[in-house]
């Protein structure tokens, strides 16, 4: 018998380590490594029943020049959703692994069982595997969503031997596992939802949709900390990681791509959350817009930019004196770090002194702001509430701030612009390089190009 060959890796970086100790040396976590099973040593016989079990077919793959490759074999095709298609990249691509994560509660399963019962019934072959639930379970779920249920193939199966056997046999061209962390493989000596299970079985999955141009859903769990629970090597496995953001105490959630080998990153796909499932909201502008009816001080517009279309919402900050020692700098949907710089600038470059005052920003929406673009939204909220004056309802702002105090220009600007005119602002402060050449019917753009101007615009 072929001896073992043993690994210990880290479940946060995902190094490995030729033998067990208590800190991880690439990323210096404590009490992070778990033992996994890489198989057959080198140098050990290794017999076709090894290769089998392994998922090898025993059959070299053609060598072909790029030039040749055929590129319409593997058509793009719709999930009937037109939100998740932009998240995806353009929809659903044959042999492609995605991985769906998110909070418990909130919809990824529900979402899941409305694409697979949609294109079940639009001629789609699809199979939907849960390891988590009942049949029956998801049956009751269905009925509830008043979900077309015919066409659609189920199986209640946690080992990936069975599934890819019935898969084998059924041939869908998609195939949902709800959820990776349950599933186990009778090859790897450790219990469900262990580092080296959840490696082995996905790595499996992948392997057999791959073979078969199968569509691969994966369903993962989160940590109390929102990362991805599981492997870190998991994320490089796939070809698609997007996650399903949204709190319990509202109905939105908003699908974002944080890794996409056939599409833009950071995309975004707002959907909410009904009676009957998930739904699409084409306008997610309006929904971040909706503002009070009186002006009230520290709050402006914002417009970013997310994936391949512009978003705008309402960014507001409120600015009070601080009876502590260290005042308070809380950001929510923000960088901390960055609201501790900006307002350093805007000490400096600006002239107003807020270090015995504490300072609160939010997002409104939820959404959480990735980009630079939005430094001059929130210098001019906290000025604004700082001032307890209130902006203009019809004010729209953007732009990076550098250390010098200096408004750098932000990438796509006249599409910021346009999606702004389009829901009614009358004006816009922006970097003087993002100022269109030619006029925006209707919208009034002020370019500057230091702080002091764009205090002297409000």
Not at 294 to 313: C, N, Q
Not at 327 to 353: D, I
Request: proline share 4%.
């Amino acid at each position: 018998m072929a001896k073992t060959k043993t690994a210990y890796v880290c479940t946060d970086c995902g190094a490995e380590h030729g033998q067990w100790q208590g800190q991880c040396a690439m990323c210096k976590a404590w009490n992070t490594l778990s033992q996994i099973n890489l198989g057959a040593a080198s140098g050990s016989p290794a017999t076709k029943a090894d290769f089998r079990k392994q998922g090898y077919t025993g059959m070299a793959s053609a060598v072909q020049d790029l030039a040749t490759i055929d590129l319409q074999a593997l058509p793009r095709y719709s999930t009937t959703i037109s939100e998740l298609d932009r998240v995806l990249g353009g929809g659903l691509v044959p042999g492609s692994a995605v991985l769906i994560g998110g909070n418990p509660g909130a919809g990824k399963s529900t979402l899941l069982l409305q694409i697979m019962c949609l294109l079940a019934n639009g001629g789609k072959s699809a199979l939907y595997v849960t390891g988590e639930e009942s049949l029956q379970q998801v049956g009751m779920r269905a009925e509830r969503l008043q979900l077309p249920k015919t066409n659609l193939k189920m199986l209640a199966e946690t080992n990936v031997e069975k599934i890819c056997e019935a898969a084998q046999q059924h041939r869908p061209d998609l195939l949902v596992v709800d959820s990776i962390q349950v599933m186990h493989s009778a090859e790897v000596p450790s219990a469900p939802g262990s580092v080296s299970q959840v490696r082995e079985c996905a790595a499996y999955l992948i392997q057999y949709a791959k073979q078969t141009n199968t569509v691969l859903f994966l369903v993962g769990h989160v940590t109390k900390d929102g990362n991805l629970a599981g492997p870190k090597v998991l994320e490089h496995m796939i070809d698609c990681f997007i996650m399903l953001e949204g709190d319990s105490d509202t109905k939105y959630r908003i699908l974002r791509g944080q890794k996409n080998r056939f599409g833009a990153v950071n995309e975004l796909g707002v959907f909410a959350m009904t009676e009957l499932g998930l739904k699409e909201v084409k306008n997610p502008s309006a929904i971040f817009l909706a503002r009070t009816e009186e002006d009230t001080p520290g709050s402006v517009v914002m417009v970013l930019w997310e994936g391949t279309r512009p978003l705008l919402v309402e960014i507001q900050a409120l600015v009070d004196g601080s009876q502590l020692g260290n005042p308070r700098r809380v950001a929510v949907g923000l960088e901390q770090n960055r609201l501790a710089m900006l307002l350093a600038v805007l000490h400096r470059h600006g002239g107003l002194y807020m270090a015995d005052q504490d300072v609160f920003v939010n997002v409104v929406g939820g959404v959480k702001v990735a980009e630079t673009s939005a430094d001059l939204a929130l210098l001019l909220a906290i000025v604004s509430s700082f001032k307890d004056q209130a902006l203009p309802k019809d004010l729209v702002v953007f732009g990076e701030i550098g250390l010098a105090g200096e408004i750098r220009p932000v990438p796509s600007g006249q599409e910021r612009l346009r999606e702004a005119a389009k829901h009614g602002f009358t004006r816009a402060i922006v970097p003087k390089a993002n100022v269109p050449k030619t006029p925006i019917p209707g919208l009034q753009v002020i370019g500057v190009t230091k702080i002091a101007q764009a205090l002297e615009a409000i």
